[in-house]
């Protein structure tokens, strides 16, 4: 029995040169063009609130959010992100302070272990900023790609649900 | 010197006065009914915000300058010999820093390691593994305990050994054939369990790194920071363990799977000292099923036998389980808990060509539970009782007597529990169930825990254990809070590094109580000195000056808040340390739980969703309610996933495991999440000044147990495999069951 196949010299490849749209901040970035979004966002801009949980797209711990949609970045890559506007954890706080969901979040105990919170944090911001009022049924199935091993889901309904009210009442 | 206190402990409804010899340095023990103004309260985790703003660094997210990376090539066989293996193109790459090969290895499960490449990016590592080719001459194995056991000999890495609650040898007491003879009611079930991974989401794995003096510093996700750097590392690296740092400031989920260096750790180690490099290796997913650990499966089987009343007179068993390639630990709580006058039991842990078991967060008690509950409930059918009042007949536990009336009432065990098993009219048919939890741990060790303040009121407190999540940062605040008269967000807790005074490795549920009582007593002698700096500054006797509402007072209306107490205190700053010391006697060495769960089973599809879970629990006096509650919730979850879901999955002739993803190793989802009711029972436990016992482990031990009480509720038959698949419970319908 063999295994193994044939070679490739990714160390002579040559890096890519591109300006990624993150958290509103427009960055001129170098990095391999193989690179996943993930691996870019971590390695190459040292933005590690993004989590590396499965690199195969069933975890949902490396969840960003993509022109406002949830995706999971290890099953993107850098270079598809051209005129995206990319948003990570690290972005959601507002010169104001945190965001109610990180406020929530914290205060009510939803992060235990906290590996998972990241990619909760903008799935849950996604479903905020297209409904203001999402029902459970509603969370269920946007949450569901996101796995959380500690503690997480029960708590995590709760402070989507008092973020989703503080937020409806400070836009009043 | 010790002197003698005497105070109330126990449960409310069932307290008792415990007089116990105290050290001098140790607190006075907080009896039932303190009042307190932190401890016992909802706290949000000091961290919570670093984690919810992406700040919180877990050994995955550690990147250094130069930093390379390493893998493995793992093998894809059960059981083989590694016959010849070409580098060659993986040495020539540019990039790759270190090859290691293990030719005439011999494999004994599949994810070994035959291989391993050191390179300057990840990219450079993919290709190089890609590129290692390695012919293996496959030998015969056995990947099950049924395999196994057909040829023990010739295809299982060593011979099986049997052990009794995986401590070894067989477990008897009373007289149990006699017992078997003269029993009224008797029955006899066989129970399986299937092992189960810990798919912790953030991998094993650690990030080392060696400065110019030769020092290393080794970040690890691991639960045992002050313990990881063991022999093979501290070999590797031929250091002195007081020159290796080993950090672990958070960490994403361990559950049992990580505690000391593990191979890939060395390997880390070893290639950093190889390349000067900083070197990084977490393990992939794949990897992590098939070789981050394990629970044991088990085949048991059971006979229980009691009088027509209920009373249980004897348990009789025979168990196997395969803990891997190794020897022991598939062993099976299932004599535990009840009152069971005769016990006879064998238990084997057979060797199977499978990477190795780990303790998996309440070890043997799950799968032993899942089992005994089961023979319980087949007790009570067959002796027309009600199952819960056969389970409270026989429980010796005073706190969990209360918690089965608690538990109860919740569920609304007279109204839902169905007195006709499956009499549910329609397809969809519901019942609820109950079992019972126990696990033992008051904590240990002589950890210390230190405490500076400055001038400026600034708390410290420090030690070496990490906080998996479980809160123990939070836990040490609240601790030493209580007796400075300070709220617990205000102090600074540094904690999961080598540099701060050791602290225990998080296995059995031992950290909160281990270190609950030094970080209390740090806080105690902390007052002390500052009481002591106000003596002086009043020219008063230090004992004179008390805390009250966080205001020191001392004789003729003098008053002090805790900053101004601070304002005294030189610029050397004021250090201190809390010491824990030994137990005392307690009020009783079992934890007592107990969880009841209404289920809902489409008997056309086979489908069961878990619509509730009451949960019971008793930890000693809690610290902080809100991570306990998290805890149970957390119990509860991977309980309800062990019940239904997760089954590592072997393929007999190939020997690997087929589904190594989360896309086809199925943990508890959102959807799937059902109302979980937690109860938390205060006991003063009596073991240490706080009272405390843990709680990690007790909260998952019930929940199998008590959903597939609440299936045979609904359906009348018992499925008696877990996990509870819609194609094993059509099987029990259908009387196909093995």
């Known amino acids: 029995m063999t295994q193994g196949s044939a070679p490739a010299a990714a160390e002579t490849r040559r890096k890519v040169h591109m300006q990624l749209l993150v958290n509103g901040e427009a960055q001129e970035v170098a990095f391999l063009p193989h690179k996943t979004l993930l691996e870019v966002l971590r390695e190459d801009m040292q933005l590690t609130g993004t989590k590396h949980g499965c690199e195969l797209g069933e975890c949902g711990t490396c969840t960003v959010l993509m022109d406002g949609e949830p995706m999971l970045s290890c099953l993107v890559l850098g270079i598809e992100c051209d005129g995206v506007e990319i948003e990570t954890v690290e972005g959601m706080a507002t010169g104001a302070g945190p965001h109610p969901l990180q406020t929530w979040f914290a205060d009510l105990g939803a992060a235990q272990c906290g590996y998972c919170t990241p990619g909760f944090l903008m799935t849950a911001k996604s479903i905020l900023e297209r409904d203001p009022n999402p029902s459970r049924e509603d969370l269920v199935e946007e949450l569901s790609g996101n796995l959380c091993r500690c503690t997480g889901y029960l708590k995590i309904y709760e402070a989507i649900e008092a973020a989703a009210k503080d937020m409806r009442e400070g836009s009043q | 010197m010790a002197r003698k206190v005497t105070y109330l402990a126990g449960i409310e409804g069932a307290e008792r006065e415990l007089t116990v010899e105290v050290h001098d340095l140790d607190a006075d023990p907080w009896p039932l009914g303190a009042k307190l103004k932190y401890v016992g309260t909802e706290v949000p985790r000091l961290d919570g915000v670093a984690k919810v703003t992406g700040v919180a660094q877990f050994t995955q997210d550690v990147n250094l300058d130069k930093m390379a990376y390493a893998g493995e090539v793992i093998a894809p066989h059960a059981h083989a010999v590694v016959k010849s293996i070409d580098a060659s193109a993986a040495r020539a790459m540019p990039g790759v820093l270190a090859v290691r090969t293990s030719e005439g290895k011999r494999v004994t499960y599949a994810g070994s390691s035959v291989a391993a490449v050191c390179a300057t990016s990840r990219e450079v590592l993919a290709d190089a593994l890609a590129a290692i080719r390695v012919e293996y001459d496959v030998q015969p194995h056995a990947v099950t305990v049924e395999e196994a056991l057909k040829d023990e000999v010739r295809v299982s890495p060593r011979r099986s050994n049997d052990t009794a609650g995986g401590r070894g040898g067989a477990m008897r007491r009373g007289n149990p054939d006699a017992a078997l003879e003269s029993a009224e009611v008797k029955v006899e079930a066989e129970y399986r369990t299937a092992i189960q991974t810990h798919s912790a989401l953030e991998p094993h794995g650690s990030v080392v790194s060696i400065d110019k003096e030769g020092n290393a510093t080794v970040w690890a996700s691991t639960q045992a920071t002050s313990g990881f750097a063991g022999g093979r590392l501290l070999r590797a690296l031929e250091l002195p363990r007081g020159r290796v740092r080993v950090i672990t400031e958070h960490m994403g989920g361990g559950f049992g799977a990580k505690f000391g260096a593990q191979s890939w750790d060395v390997l880390c180690a070893e290639f950093a000292k190889e390349t000067g490099r900083p070197v990084k290796y977490l393990l992939t997913r794949r990897s992590e099923h098939l070789v981050g650990g394990n629970r044991p499966d088990s085949i048991q089987k059971l006979t229980l036998g009691g009088t027509k009343d209920g009373t249980f007179t004897v348990l009789a068993g025979e168990t196997w389980g395969t803990s891997g390639n190794g020897r022991g630990g598939a062993g099976c709580a299932n004599f535990m808990g009840y009152t069971l006058p005769s016990v006879r039991m064998l238990q084997h842990t057979v060797s199977t060509f499978t990477a190795r078991g780990a303790a998996f967060r309440a070890p043997r008690h799950p799968q032993g539970f899942f089992a005994l509950e089961g023979a319980i409930d087949a007790f009570a059918a067959k002796a027309g009782l009600d199952p819960l009042a056969v389970r409270m007949k026989n429980d010796p536990h005073p706190v969990r007597q209360i918690q089965w009336k608690i538990g109860a009432e919740r569920i609304g065990w007279k109204r839902n529990h169905r007195k006709v098993a499956g009499s549910d009219k329609g397809p969809v048919k519901r019942g609820v169930g109950c079992a019972a939890g126990r696990w033992s ?140 010391r030994r137990n005392y006697d307690g009020y009783n060495r079992e934890t007592a739980g107990c969880q009841f769960a209404e289920v809902a089973v489409d008997t056309e599809t086979g489908v069961i969703t878990v619509e509730r879970v009451v949960a019971v629990h008793d930890a000693g006096r809690l610290v902080n309610t809100m991570a306990s509650r998290s805890q149970v919730n957390g119990g509860v979850i991977q309980g309800i996933s062990f019940a239904l879901y997760e089954e590592r999955q072997l393929d007999e002739n190939l020997g690997d495991m087929v589904n190594p993803t989360f896309d086809t190793y199925k943990i508890m989802g959102m959807a799937d999440c059902p109302q979980i009711d937690v109860v938390l029972t205060t006991v003063v436990s009596g073991f240490n000044s706080i009272g405390m016992m843990g709680l990690g482990e007790p909260a998952t031990v019930p929940t199998a147990g008590a959903i597939a009480s609440a299936v045979y509720n609904a359906i009348g038959v018992q499925v008696r495999q877990l996990p509870m698949t819609p194609a094993r419970v059509l099987a029990a319908l259908e009387g196909r069951q093995q």
């Open chain 2, 441 to 580: 741990q008051a904590g240990r060790g002589n950890w210390s825990v230190d405490l500076t303040i400055d001038s400026s009121g600034h708390v410290i407190v420090m030690n070496g254990a990490q906080d998996l999540g479980t809160g123990t940062r939070t836990l040490l605040a609240i601790c030493v809070a209580e007796e400075l008269g300070i709220p617990p967000a205000t102090i600074d807790v540094r904690v999961g590094d080598t540099r701060y005074p050791p602290g225990p490795g998080s296995g059995g549920s031992t950290t909160a109580p281990s270190l609950g009582p030094a970080a209390r007593e740090a806080g105690l002698r902390a007052r002390e000195a500052l009481a002591a700096l106000l003596g002086v500054e009043w020219k008063t006797d230090s004992e004179k000056v008390t805390l009250e509402d966080g205001v020191f007072k001392g004789p003729g209306g003098k008053k002090a808040t805790f900053q101004e107490a601070c304002g005294l205190i030189p610029d050397e700053g004021l250090r201190v340390r809390g010491t824990r």
